[in-house]
C-alpha cells in the first residue's frame, strides 16, 4: 500500500476509509493491494434507498436552475481536483496519466453542459385542434436514479449521469465497480464539499454504495429506484434489462462493444493508422469504444498492415503513471487470459497474430501486454465477440456493400468509422443502409467521443442514451398537459356527448 499512499491521501482518502474493510483493492499497475474498504451490506440497501428517496422528495421542488448551481461548485471542486483524482483514475484503473486527467476534463464538461441544461428543460407548446385550448410538454423530476458503472471509466460514467440526473432533480444512488471503489469514495467526497458550499442540497441526495452484483442487484430490483442507468458488459445487461423493465422501471443501458472502421482506397492512410492505433491501443483496449475490427480494401490491405505493425512496435508499454508510457496495463490477470484465449481461438480460424504477448519484464505483478493485430480470413465468431483488450481484428474487403454488410454483422452497435475522401461513401456509411451503430463518424476513430453528442448504441449495447443532446430526457418524465381557457367544452376528434 505504501507508495501509493500520497495518491490516497492527495484524494483525501483516510487510513479508516481505505483499511479495516472486506473489499481489497488492488491496483492494476502492480497488482498489489492498495486498500481494503467497507462494503455496503445487502441489509443496509432498503435505508439507503429510503433516505434518498426522502432527499428526492425536496429536491424536486427546488428550482432547476439552483440545482444547477449545486452542479456549476461541483465543476468548481472538480477543477480544483482534477490533478490528483486522475492520478487516482491511473492508479486503480490503469489507464495513462493523460486519458485519467481526460476523464476528469470530461467530468467538467458535462458538469458545464447540465449548468446550462439547468436554465433550459424545455417542452413543446403543440397546437391544439380545439378553440380556446393550449397544449404542452412539461418535464417533471423522476425519482430515484440508480447509476451502475464499470472499472474502465471510474468517473466520467457516474458524471455524465450525475450531472444530468440532479440538474433534472433526481436523487442518486451510485454504486460503482468493485473494482473502482476508490475513485468512487473521492468523487463523492469533492461531490460533498460542492453539496457543503450550494446549501440547497437534502441530506441523502447522492449515496455512493460498494459492493459487487448483489448491491447492484438491490438497486435493480426495488421498484422505489425509479432509473436505472447501467453501464457495464452485455452479460450484465442481459439480467440487468429484463429485471428492470418486469417492474416497468426506466432504464438506461451502456453495454458492449465491437467498433469498427472501414478504411477505402481513397482514404488518408496516415490519418488512419494515427485513429486505429490511438482507438485500438489506448487503454489498453479497455474502452467501450475501442477500435476492435478494421475492415480494409484489399488493395491497400498489406500496406496498411505494414504500417500499423510499425506504429504498433513503438508505443511504449509500462507504468501508466510513467510520462511517455502509452499503453499500461490490462485491469487483472483475467482479463489477460481471456485475451489470451481468443487469440488462440483466432489462430484456429486461420487468423496470423502480430504481437499479443504478456510483457512481463515491465512492472513485477501487473498484467502487462503487447497489442495484438490479426489478419484474419472472414469475420469468424471470435471476432464477433467483444474481448475487452488490445485485439485488432484485420479484414479485406472488395466492394463497400460487402464492407457495410461485414461492419453490420455482429451483435453489438456502439461506435463505427470510415475512413475515406470519397462523399459517396461517407455519405452512404452515414446513411440509412450504412453503419447500424449509435456513433458513426468519418475520418475520426470511433473512441474519444465528445460530451455534447448522445452516447450510446443500438443493439447488443444495450440502446441507452447519455451525455449530450437531449439525453437528458431520459432522467425526467414527460407529461402533456392541456388547458382550456375557452367557456366551451369542446371533445377531441369532434366528438358529441352532451347530456
Ligand atoms: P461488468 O458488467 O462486469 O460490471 C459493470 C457493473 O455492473 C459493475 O458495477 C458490476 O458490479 C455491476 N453488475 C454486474 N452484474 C450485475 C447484476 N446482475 N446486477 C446489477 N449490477 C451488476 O463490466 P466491467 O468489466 O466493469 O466493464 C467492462 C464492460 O463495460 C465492457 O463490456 C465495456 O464495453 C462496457 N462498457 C460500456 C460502456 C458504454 O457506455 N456502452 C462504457 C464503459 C464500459
Redesign the pocket.
Known amino acids: 500500500m505504501s507508495q501509493y499512499k500520497d495518491i490516497l491521501a492527495g484524494n483525501g482518502l483516510p487510513e479508516t476509509v481505505t483499511s479495516g474493510g472486506t473489499l481489497a483493492v488492488h491496483t492494476p499497475i502492480d497488482g498489489s493491494e492498495i486498500a481494503k474498504v467497507h462494503q455496503t451490506s445487502a441489509g443496509d440497501m432498503a435505508a439507503v434507498i429510503a433516505s434518498a428517496n426522502a432527499a428526492f422528495r425536496t429536491w424536486r421542488s427546488v428550482p432547476a436552475p439552483v440545482r444547477g448551481e449545486l452542479v456549476r461548485l461541483l465543476g468548481e471542486e472538480l477543477r480544483a481536483a482534477k490533478e490528483d483524482l486522475g492520478r487516482l483514475v491511473s492508479l486503480e484503473a490503469g489507464k495513462i496519466l493523460s486519458e485519467g486527467l481526460g476523464e476528469v476534463q470530461e467530468m467538467i464538461d458535462i458538469c458545464d453542459f447540465a449548468v446550462g441544461l439547468s436554465r433550459q428543460l424545455y417542452g413543446y407548446t403543440i397546437a391544439s385542434e380545439r378553440p380556446g385550448h393550449r397544449m404542452m410538454e412539461t418535464w417533471h423530476p423522476l425519482g430515484v436514479a440508480g447509476v451502475?458503472?464499470?472499472?474502465?471509466?471510474p468517473v466520467a460514467?457516474w458524471s455524465w449521469n450525475t450531472a444530468l440526473a440532479l440538474v433534472c432533480g433526481n436523487a442518486v444512488i451510485w454504486?460503482?465497480?468493485?473494482?473502482t471503489p476508490l475513485t468512487a469514495l473521492a468523487c463523492a467526497r469533492i461531490l460533498d464539499k460542492a453539496i457543503a458550499r450550494s446549501g440547497a442540497a437534502p441530506e441523502g441526495l447522492h449515496q455512493v454504495v460498494i459492493?459487487?452484483?448483489?448491491?447492484?442487484?438491490a438497486?435493480?430490483n426495488s421498484p422505489d429506484v425509479a432509473l436505472i442507468s447501467?453501464?457495464?458488459?452485455?452479460?450484465?445487461?442481459r439480467?440487468?434489462g429484463p429485471?428492470v423493465t418486469g417492474r416497468f422501471g426506466k432504464l438506461i443501458?451502456?453495454?458492449?462493444?465491437n467498433n469498427a472502421m472501414i478504411v477505402a482506397p481513397s482514404a488518408d492512410l496516415d490519418l488512419a493508422v494515427r485513429a486505429i492505433t490511438f482507438s485500438a491501443v489506448g487503454t489498453c483496449g479497455?474502452?467501450?469504444?475501442?477500435l476492435r475490427r478494421v475492415i480494409v480494401h484489399e488493395s491497400i490491405r498489406a500496406d496498411l498492415v505494414a504500417r500499423l505493425t510499425k506504429a504498433y512496435s513503438s508505443a511504449p508499454i509500462g507504468n501508466p503513471l510513467d510520462s511517455g508510457t502509452l499503453v499500461g496495463p490490462l485491469?487483472d490477470k483475467a482479463a489477460l487470459e481471456r485475451m489470451q484465449a481468443a487469440l488462440e481461438t483466432a489462430k484456429g480460424d486461420g487468423g496470423t497474430v502480430h504481437g499479443g504477448k504478456p510483457v512481463t519484464d515491465k512492472v513485477p505483478g501487473g498484467a502487462y501486454v503487447e497489442p495484438a493485430i490479426v489478419e484474419m480470413p472472414g469475420q469468424t465468431d471470435i471476432v464477433r465477440e467483444?474481448t475487452?483488450a488490445p485485439i485488432l481484428y484485420v479484414m479485406g474487403y472488395s466492394e463497400l456493400d460487402e464492407a457495410i454488410e461485414m461492419h453490420n454483422d455482429v451483435p453489438q452497435g456502439?461506435s463505427s468509422c470510415i475512413f475515406t475522401n470519397d462523399l459517396r461513401e461517407a455519405e452512404t456509411f452515414l446513411s440509412a443502409v450504412g453503419s447500424d451503430c449509435g456513433i458513426a463518424n468519418v475520418n475520426i476513430g470511433p473512441s474519444g467521443a465528445e460530451i455534447g453528442g448522445a452516447?450510446?448504441?443500438e443493439k447488443e449495447?444495450?440502446g441507452?442514451r447519455?451525455s449530450g443532446s437531449d439525453a437528458w430526457k431520459g432522467y425526467m418524465r414527460r407529461q402533456t398537459n392541456t388547458i382550456n381557457y375557452s367557456r366551451e367544452l369542446p371533445l377531441a376528434q369532434g366528438v358529441k356527448f352532451d347530456v
Open positions: 451502475i458503472t464499470a472499472f474502465n471509466f460514467v454504486k460503482p465497480s468493485e473494482k459492493g459487487g452484483a448483489d448491491v447492484g442487484e438497486l435493480v447501467a453501464t457495464g458488459s452485455t452479460r450484465m445487461g439480467s440487468v429485471n443501458l451502456e453495454l458492449g462493444g479497455q474502452r467501450c469504444t475501442s485491469i467483444e475487452f456502439l452516447f450510446g448504441g449495447t444495450g441507452g447519455e
